[in-house]
């Protein structure tokens, strides 16, 4: 094969300087003779075989990465965000209302943030939040939830990964006081997070 690729590249470059010098060998002879013998070795030529060439023609994951869809990696997400000034009593309730958040499949967590201010009162304060039930001290979240007093004012705050499955979910926003306090700001980001590490 390498004395066929000099014979081409040969007469290419002989055919491209003009009219050769040799009686009645012309640029355009020396075209088709290059051409006649590409067609005569063309049935014996062939392609060295890449190693990868097999899985080339499988795309039935082409529209996958790491063997998740798409929509595992689209980030989906509510806010729950209360701004005016509220007078709270003793005891725990909810902030604001409860959002609905659609988890699709191949997502197995989310990120959740919670935070809020406080001030007057000489309380205790926490925030929280609740995934699939109401305002609670029994919880999976509850132990994590962020702690402050009122002696001077307060902001307390949060961000969990929380493992979830997939389908439609209802998230609240929660508080517990010791005492008569103000509430401020308050608020709640959840959204979906593609492919946490277990």
């Not at 002879?29 to 590409?38: D, F, R, S, W």
């Not at 304060?125 to 995934?131: A, D, G, I, R, S």
């Not at 307060?154 to 997939?166: F, H, I, M, N």
């Amino acid at each position: 094969m390498p004395l066929l690729v000099l014979l081409v590249v040969g007469a290419l470059l002989l055919g491209s300087v003009g009219p050769a010098t040799a009686a009645g060998v012309t640029k355009r002879t020396v075209k088709k003779i290059a051409t006649k013998v590409v067609s005569q070795q063309a049935p014996k030529l062939s392609v060295a075989h890449a190693a990868t060439a097999d899985t080339a023609t499988n795309a039935g994951t082409a529209n996958q990465l790491g063997g998740a869809a798409a929509a595992a990696y689209r980030d989906y997400g509510v806010r729950i965000a209360v701004a005016s000034d509220t007078v709270v009593n003793a005891g725990i309730g909810q902030v604001g209302g409860a959002e609905t958040l659609h988890v699709p499949a191949g997502i197995a967590y989310l990120e959740v943030s919670v935070s809020a201010s406080f001030s007057g009162g000489n309380t205790t304060v926490t925030v929280w939040h609740e995934l699939d039930t109401v305002c609670g001290d029994a919880s999976t979240s509850y132990p994590f939830r962020p702690r402050g007093h009122t002696s001077v004012p307060e902001s307390v705050a949060s961000t969990l990964l929380v493992p979830v499955t997939p389908g439609d979910h209802t998230i609240r926003l929660c508080r517990s006081v010791g005492g008569t306090t103000t509430q401020h700001a308050a608020s709640l980001v959840a959204v979906t997070v593609a492919q946490a590490a277990d």
